[in-house]
């Protein structure tokens, strides 16, 4: 199995920034893409930035130029970085991973417990 721990989130002022972090452990022999979703209260989870292993980045529309995705391959850790936070921002936000724990077997997808980002004044 392999155990995904968010760590940062919290509150900020709008315009503020704050960053998150997400740690994989467990049965891991490789990681592939990386990222981060968020859910806000009453609406649908959506993607908010991926990495891929080589260091491919995606983002939403919404989050271009104000959050950068980062990961460290070698301590398995995929990071955001925000920035211009907006009220809108606010949401829980969930690390996601594709990992696959022996040579043999096929990418999984896996899911943090989430953090909770808050943006108010």
């Known amino acids: 199995q392999v155990q995904l721990v968010e760590s940062g989130g919290g509150l900020v002022q709008p315009g503020g920034s704050l960053s998150v972090s997400c740690a994989a452990s467990?049965?891991?022999?490789?990681?592939?893409?990386m990222g981060w979703d968020r859910q806000a209260p009453g609406k649908q989870r959506e993607l908010v930035a991926a990495?891929?292993?080589?260091?491919?980045?995606n983002y939403a529309d919404s989050v271009k130029g104000r959050f950068t995705i980062s990961r460290d391959n070698a301590k398995n850790t995929v990071y955001l970085q925000m920035n211009s936070l907006k009220p809108e921002d606010t949401a829980l936000y969930y690390c996601?991973?594709?990992?696959?724990?022996?040579?043999?077997?096929?990418?999984?997808?896996?899911w943090g417990q989430g953090t909770q980002v808050t943006v108010s004044s």
């Open positions: 467990g049965r891991i022999f490789r990681i592939g893409t």
């Open positions: 996601n991973a594709d990992a696959k724990e022996n040579m043999y077997s096929t990418y999984q997808n896996y």
């Open positions: 990495i891929t292993s080589g260091g491919s980045t």
